[in-house]
C-alpha cells in the first residue's frame, strides 16, 4: 500500500475513533425525517390547486423539494468536509503528531494527498448518496424525478471536492478555529452570491448580476451548485420556470464547459498553494 493511501487510510480511521461518522450519521437521519414529513406535507398541500398551461404546481413543489435537498446535502456535506480537514496540518502539527510522519519514506505531499483523498473520498461518498435518498423520498411521495438525475450529483461532488480543497489549504495557515471559522463565511460567501444571482435576473440589475458572478468565480463552489439547482428543473417552461427560478432552491444559471474547464484550474492551483505553503512551514 503507497503511503498516500496509508494516509488516506488514517483519516478514515481517525474519524471513526472521534465519533465524527456518529454525530454526521445522527444528523443526517434527523434531517431525512424532517425532509421526509416536510415532502409529504407538501404534496398534499399542493393538491386542490389546479394547474394548466405553463403553471404546474406539482412541478414547483417537486423541483422546490429536489432544490431543499440539494442545498441540505451540500450543507451537511461540508460540516462533515470542514472537521475532518480544519486541523489536518497546522492542527497536528501543534500537537506534535506531524513530525514522525513527514519524514522519509513519507514526505510531505503524499501525506498532504493521503489527508485530501481520505476526507475526499469520505465526502464525495456521503453527498452522493445523500442526494439519491433526497430524490428517492421525493419520487416517492409525489411521483416525480427530477429533469436530470445524474448531472445535479456529479456537479455536487465537484463542489464537495473544491471545499476539502480549500479547508486542507486553511489548514497549512491558519489554527483549526480560525479555519473552521473562515471555511463557513466562505460557504455562506457563495449562498450569498447565489442570493444575489437570482435577485438580479428577477430585476434585471446588470450590476449585482456581475457582483454574484464574480464571486462565483473566485468560489467555484457556488457555480458548480447554482449549475447543480438549474438542472433539476432545466425542463419547465413558462410560468412554472420563472417561478422556480425566483424560489431560494433554485437557479437560472446552467453548466458549461468553461466554468468546469475552470474550476478544474482552480482546484489545481489550491492544490499547488496548499503544497509550496506545507513545504514552506517549519514544524
Known amino acids: 500500500m503507497t503511503p498516500t493511501l496509508i494516509i488516506a487510510r488514517h483519516v478514515l480511521q481517525e474519524s471513526v475513533r472521534r465519533r465524527v461518522f456518529v454525530v454526521v450519521l445522527v444528523l443526517t437521519l434527523l434531517f431525512l425525517g424532517l425532509f421526509t414529513l416536510a415532502t409529504v406535507e407538501a404534496f398534499n398541500a399542493q393538491s ?26 451540500l450543507f451537511l456535506a461540508t460540516v462533515l468536509a470542514v472537521f475532518l480537514t480544519l486541523g489536518a496540518v497546522r492542527g497536528d502539527a501543534e500537537r506534535g503528531l506531524l513530525q514522525p510522519l513527514v519524514v522519509r519514506p513519507l514526505g510531505r505531499r503524499e501525506f498532504l494527498l493521503g489527508r485530501f ?34 448531472g445535479p450529483g456529479l456537479a455536487l461532488a465537484a463542489a464537495i471536492t473544491i471545499l476539502v480543497a480549500l479547508s486542507l489549504l486553511g489548514s497549512v495557515f491558519m489554527s483549526a478555529t480560525a479555519n473552521g471559522i473562515a471555511m463557513f463565511m466562505l460557504y455562506g460567501a457563495g449562498l450569498v452570491a447565489g442570493l444575489l444571482a ?21 468560489l467555484p463552489f457556488e457555480g458548480l451548485y447554482q449549475a447543480a439547482l438549474h438542472a433539476l428543473g432545466s425542463n419547465q417552461t413558462g410560468l412554472t420556470q420563472v417561478l422556480v427560478n425566483l424560489g431560494p432552491f433554485g437557479s437560472s444559471h446552467p453548466n458549461s464547459i468553461a466554468f468546469d474547464v475552470w474550476a478544474a484550474f482552480y482546484l489545481a492551483v489550491v492544490a499547488l498553494l496548499a503544497t509550496a505553503g506545507f513545504e514552506r512551514r517549519d514544524l
Open 198 to 218: 437570482s435577485i438580479g435576473a428577477a430585476l434585471g440589475v446588470h450590476s449585482v448580476q456581475t457582483i454574484a458572478h464574480d464571486i462565483a468565480i473566485a
Open 48 to 73: 386542490p390547486f389546479g394547474g394548466g398551461g405553463t403553471f404546474n404546481p406539482l412541478s414547483i413543489t417537486a423541483v422546490t423539494l429536489f432544490g431543499l435537498g440539494v442545498f441540505s446535502a
Open 117 to 150: 483523498v481520505g476526507a475526499d473520498a469520505v465526502c464525495i461518498g456521503y453527498i452522493v448518496v445523500l442526494y439519491a435518498v433526497v430524490v428517492l423520498i421525493v419520487h416517492q411521495a409525489g411521483g416525480v424525478w427530477p429533469d436530470h438525475v445524474f
